[in-house]
């Protein structure tokens, strides 16, 4: 008996991390493998650190570890937690809940600003925590866009806050950097943090911190209990001329990313930060007409993943398995307390219009498999029309 | 005027990591990114861990991280350090040092037995220092191959004194992991650190950690000052089933590792050892056919990498350069102290005889080019001779 062909087997990844390479990242990691002191590598390496530093929006040297983010999250609260010292984690949601993980295990004495999962970060909460704490926090943690919920907080704003208490912003943008625009140095904020496998279009594997002076000189008068992860350490290697990584650098991933970050100079930063606004308007727009809710506050610039509440008449865990096991396109779920509750579509880094219509495309489809009343087409159609009024149907360049 | 085709234009690495890739390995690199909590990718991970455990050869978790080698000696040292407790270190070269800065760092009250780089350590001193300490060291740190110097320590006999003492011992193998045999739980070895990059054929960036039951209790009974390095959050992952990396695993880099260690245990691996055994008596009868003297003991089980030393009459910082400059071999020269007086030739990984055969022809090559006298053909000569009388041109599968 012939198995009739399986039309749905191509596959479409739509999670916040890892991300769709471009062709160009995929390719150039088939190439020989380079001796990481090698004339050949130290070109990659010290280009991907200019590169890098343009991508951060920063003057300062962006440290490079070979890690998951976390583990430059990690080096974040090793260098900049003095144990016993107050430290304060203002969280939303899963990646929020990090900080207080690191900030206790280095052992913290963690201020915990909690919000719902779904909400925004509220500033004058924060400030009002630092106002009343007993000794002043030295440092502020929290998360640019996160992940789990898809809610942008207000860095901008959270670092005013933080300077005007005397203590540095860390902020986690491993999701959003590189989508949503943060101007570092013109912000003044003192630590951000980046992963390769998000909106920088590379395979997980490479982690950043983006620390400036001040937050370097805290680092040194905080020495000990690290060597990986230690600032200082990597920000020397990094101002050897040529550039000089500490450890044996991920040869491979650098060349991805060399490649990558390219790709994104080409596009140019505000046109990446462009896309990445309409395709989340187009996303929005076609969750709005499948009668689906928003979850999260109404954010315009919530444009790194969009998640949206499943209706509770249906078994909304079987959504992004259905999506995935019979339409080939891959999102996430809600993780945690959000599980089952909400599903999550992914549009950071390299992702252009059509991958959005082809995700609300198959949601709107397993939605109708799982016994809710749409009309075909009426998510994607919604998309079409955003993009059609923008006049463009954005793609990366790649 | 044309330019005359560069005959040497064909690169060749022959350096101690990263060492060269396997094409299938590079290949599966290229391939579309998987999400890592996707069935395929859990598929990749799980039959990972298993197959590290038979390389390992052991029954424990392998523990994983996405990092340089040097991050999982500094979770070894996160783990088991405890401030202001003995941890003796058994050092003879650069990456014996290592253990010495990770010991520090981590408030070890460091003892620090240090031998000439070149030298192997010896366990009788090992013994008399444990016997002589204050109190009790909680960890033996040592190096099975040091990359350095090309030395091999006996892993066998340190293990044994450790274990007299009632300590662990904690043995950096990343170089010499899959090149030469070292049979953890045989021996018993508690804790054995390798990397990704050099004889498991596979890009930098993975690290590993087998722990035994007994490392993974002094860690468990130690806790804080680390979480992305902590060995019971990873465990934790890895024992679920399916197995679930606590960050973000590096999937390009574990869909490589795969591959190479399919490739790994297809050859086998007492055929692995033996090809390794046998490249480097070809590599120390070319050096010693062409005057040269070796770097370190005579030992017929250092088969990761072979150093020679450099006739003082030329001047040996140039050797490597020029090998690679003129001839397009990459070898590595000597590191701190032992610069320009050694050559190394490193032969752990995807290499075959003429590998070797091209890496001492272009040494000759070189030393001629530095006005030493060597018959063209010598060193060539005496490595084929070796492939001769073994009856075999080895080469990986791959």
């Keep these: 008996m012939n198995q009739p062909p399986d039309i749905y087997a191509k596959q479409y990844l739509m999670t916040a991390g890892p991300t769709p390479l471009p062709p160009a990242v995929s390719q150039v990691m088939a190439e020989p493998i380079l001796y990481h002191r090698s004339p050949a590598f130290i070109e990659v390496y010290a280009r991907s650190l200019e590169r890098l530093r343009t991508v951060f929006q920063t003057s300062n040297d962006v440290l490079c570890f ?48 909690d919000f719902e999962w779904g909400e925004r970060v509220d500033p004058e909460r924060v400030d009002t925590a630092l106002a009343n704490a007993e000794r002043p926090a030295r440092a502020v943690f929290a998360t640019q866009s996160e992940t789990s919920t898809g809610v942008l907080n207000d860095v901008r704003a959270l670092n005013e806050v933080a300077l005007r208490h005397g203590a540095v912003l860390c902020v986690d943008a491993i999701s959003g950097l590189g989508a949503v625009d943060l101007p570092q140095d013109d912000w003044g904020v003192d630590v951000v943090v980046a992963g390769s496998q998000k909106s920088l279009m590379c395979p997980p594997g490479l982690a950043f911190v983006s620390a400036s002076e001040r937050a370097l000189a805290m680092g040194a008068e905080n020495p000990g209990r690290r060597h990986y992860f230690d600032w200082a350490l990597t920000a020397r290697g990094q101002r050897e001329q040529p550039p000089n990584s500490a450890f044996t650098p991920a040869v491979t991933l650098f060349r991805a990313l060399d490649v990558a970050l390219g790709l994104i100079l080409a596009e140019g930063l505000e046109r990446v930060f462009a896309r990445h606004a309409l395709l989340a308007r187009a996303a929005r727009a076609g969750i709005e007409a499948l009668g689906l809710e928003r979850f999260g506050p109404e954010d315009e610039n919530a444009n790194v993943v969009t998640a949206a509440a499943l209706p509770e008449e249906i078994d909304g865990a079987q959504v992004p398995t259905l999506m995935r096991d019979t339409y080939g396109i891959t999102v996430a779920g809600g993780q945690g307390i959000l599980r089952g509750r909400i599903v999550r579509i992914a549009h950071c880094g390299y992702y252009g219009a059509f991958d959005v219509i082809s995700a609300l495309s198959a949601l709107e489809m397993a939605l109708r498999d799982l016994g ?27």
């Design 66 to 113: 070979a890690a998951s983010g976390t583990g430059a999250m990690d080096s974040a609260a090793a260098n900049l937690v003095v144990p016993g010292e107050p430290a304060l984690v203002a969280s939303a949601g899963k990646f929020g809940e990090r900080w207080k993980q690191l900030c206790d295990a280095y052992g913290a004495a963690t201020v915990a600003l």
């Design 372 to 398: 809710a009343q749409t009309e075909p087409g009426s998510g994607a159609g919604a998309a079409q029309r955003v993009f059609t009024e923008a006049g463009v149907a954005p793609e990366p360049v790649g």
